[in-house]
């Protein structure tokens, strides 16, 4: 790792010398971004198969949060699992963890982060140009465990187009909710026909401030600020490419360092570490009948140690991981147009005692993937049709003679339909079959976890989970005023989640009426979500006053055993902003109702709350540069929040009020 880093450093010094021999464009700006999840470049808007919301520019600055789940959490059927300020995933649609998949550039993360809600997302959203967020059939695209959706942070580390100029931009906020200090860059340039980037990011916060207790109506519990709620998280990367007519062949390398504390009465924290390395390769027109064929190599060395409070070590997990995408675009046949190819996933997965190394959570496990996949498009008068298909099969090969090898044969469907019945109007459907294979921890574990405090016990003999999804979606996609309405119903057979009977343990798995750990076992059953999103729009993107509002309502049912848990609010939302010249700003608010659907277990309903948020910012240029100066207010009435989607919900609240300042410079 050492070794690693240090050749890392020369080449940032390196491209950093590269990039301050050039002379910076008065009028140079950041060039339009591709949303690189999507199958097909066409109108996101036309996009049955893979329905986008992208989040870019200012939109995605003025949401920037320490973690990617609270970054996107205030965007229609996403909600945030928020176990603290370090940790937190998207949930989407009332489907979290191994059904969510985050994606790189297209190329999954490869973390532990579907493990557990206290593991942390490592991708970075505050060096990222683009943020897409996909839901329905992604699956076909990117493996089962985009069953619920799917999540593409974009930050072209690797580039794909030579840039004339060098163009870049850096960024420093600080916060008062929780003594934030934040710095983010990234710059690219062109040296001949080679690309070059790079990005990096430094954080340091606090422990936030509250505006009640820590625990729900206790007032012997924590005040003032929540404890072991601090961050750090340092990242930086670097990336070069080959660029010519006939397309390009790039690399990238990055690494990551992040330490955030768990905000449970233990106070535990989690040390991170992750190296990755990147290829991407693409060729136009590489046959006949071919327009492009391209390939991606991911390999990934993640580590994260859980320690408690006084350091000392408990658990170490571990994941490497090598995944390979082979993608190629053929030329319209018979009207169809569309992209097949190939997936390959390897990781070594463990999590392991740090004082004896031996496998008291999860032992040792290899798993290996491969996958074949084809998604069509063709249009029949005002009507785009999609279809597609996936099949893929998945082993998992336990270090533990006791524990029996796994195979899972998956196959997932989708054929969809947008019928535009007049200009910029459009009724669309979609049907799905998608599967998921149980996860490793799903399957293996059998110890404790000292940050969730439970006592997990997986079933080796658990099912593929299949999951049938019906979508109806009816939108406006021209003019000042935009709107979009999905209802949909997703059928689950062989459900896998976690059961309790609120047995109590110790460390060692004894029963125990005093134990801090809560045995919980991963059991199958029918489970049913459906829900509804509505987003309205006026003037979205065009100076004076624009207006936008959302609301969104989903409810998840196991058959015969009640509520799923952790389940969102329904939620209504609406965005007030003005822009002219050199200003821009605008106030949010955010309402969630009262959650009371409660699962087995949950004994408390979380209470209502409304969120008001504001920006004002001012751009000026000097000397060539770009510069925006913002203010951002984030829960302006000082709301005691609670997230029904939290596991710490009881005992976690939301930060108090929050004015964040700080300049962001562009060339």
């Keep these: ?190 040296v001949g026909s080679i690309g070059l980037h790079i990005d990096g990011h430094a954080r340091n916060t606090d422990d936030y401030r509250i505006p009640g207790f820590a625990a729900l109506d206790d007032p012997a519990s924590a005040s003032g600020r929540l404890p072991s709620s601090f961050t750090r998280s340092r990242g930086i990367g670097v990336g070069a490419s080959h660029i010519a007519r006939w397309g390009h062949v790039g690399a990238s390398v990055d690494v990551r360092d992040d330490r955030y504390g768990i905000p449970t009465e233990e106070r535990a924290f989690i040390d991170l570490s992750q190296t990755r390395f990147d290829i991407d390769a693409l060729i136009k027109q590489p046959a006949g009948g071919l327009k492009s064929f391209r390939f991606k190599l991911g390999a990934t060395d993640y580590k994260h140690t859980e320690k408690l409070e006084d350091g000392t070590p408990a658990t170490d997990f571990h994941n490497d991981a090598i995944e390979s995408r082979w993608e190629a675009r053929h030329a319209p046949l018979a009207g169809w147009r569309g992209i097949f190819g190939l997936q390959t996933d390897n990781s070594k997965f463990s999590a392991l005692s740090a004082e004896t190394g031996r496998p008291d959570t999860v032992p040792t496990t290899k798993s290996r993937s491969f996958a074949g996949f084809i998604v069509e498009e063709k249009d029949f008068g005002p009507l785009r049709a999609s279809a597609g298909l996936r099949l893929e099969s998945v082993k998992r090969r336990p270090d533990a003679p006791d524990l029996p090898q796994r195979r899972f044969d998956l196959g997932s469907y989708s054929i969809g339909g947008l019928w535009t019945f007049a200009p910029g109007y459009g009724f669309g459907t979609t049907l799905s079959i998608a599967q998921r294979a149980p996860t490793t921890e799903e399957l293996y574990s059998n110890g404790p976890h000292e940050a969730t405090l439970t006592f997990d016990v997986g079933d080796p003999a658990l099912r593929k989970e299949t999951s049938r999804n019906i979508e109806l979606t009816l939108q406006k996609t021209e003019g000042l005023v935009r709107w979009k309405a999905n209802v949909f119903r997703n059928r689950f057979r062989d459900f896998v989640y976690g059961r309790s009977d609120g047995t109590l343990l110790d460390e060692e798995g004894n029963a125990d009426p005093a134990g801090e750990f809560r045995q919980r076992f991963w059991s199958q059953a029918g489970a049913t979500i459906r829900g509804a999103e509505l987003e309205a729009s006026y003037n979205l993107r065009g100076e004076g006053w624009s207006l936008r509002g959302f609301a969104d309502t989903s409810r998840g049912r196991l058959d015969d055993a009640g509520n799923l848990p952790l389940q969102p609010a329904t939620r209504v939302g609406l965005d007030v902003s003005y822009r002219q010249g050199a200003w821009r700003g605008g106030v949010s608010a955010l309402h969630a109702k009262r959650q009371d659907r409660l699962a087995a277990l949950e004994t408390v309903a979380i209470p209502s709350y409304t969120r008001l948020d504001a920006n004002l910012s001012y751009t000026q240029r000097l000397n060539g540069t770009e510069v925006t100066w913002f203010a951002l207010f984030r829960n302006l009435l000082d709301e005691e929040i609670r997230l029904s989607t939290s596991a710490l919900r009881e005992f976690a609240p939301q930060a108090g009020r929050n004015l964040m300042v700080g300049v962001r410079g562009r060339f």
Excluded: C, W
């Design 1 to 190: 790792m050492v070794a690693q880093r240090k050749l890392l450093a020369s080449a940032v010094m390196s491209a950093l010398a590269s990039l301050s021999s050039t002379t910076i464009a008065q009028e140079q700006t950041l060039p339009a971004i591709t949303v690189q999840a999507a199958p097909f470049s066409g109108d996101e808007a036309a996009q049955i198969l893979a329905p986008a919301r992208v989040l870019s520019g200012n939109e995605l600055r003025d949401k920037i949060d320490t973690t990617l789940g609270g970054t996107l959490e205030r965007e229609p059927g996403v909600s945030s699992s928020s176990f603290g300020a370090g940790a937190s995933r998207p949930v989407i649609r009332g489907l979290e963890g191994p059904r969510v998949k985050i994606l790189q550039n297209g190329m999954a993360v490869s973390d532990v982060s579907s493990l557990s809600n206290d593991h942390a997302v490592a991708t970075e959203a505050s060096s990222a140009r683009q943020i897409d967020i996909l839901r329905g059939p992604a699956a076909l695209l990117y493996g089962s465990g985009a069953i619920g959706g799917l999540v593409n942070v974009v930050n072209d580390r690797i580039p794909t187009e030579l840039a004339p100029k060098a163009y870049g931009e850096a960024e420093a906020r600080f916060g008062t909710v929780d003594k934030a200090r934040e710095l983010s860059f990234s710059a690219d340039r062109a």
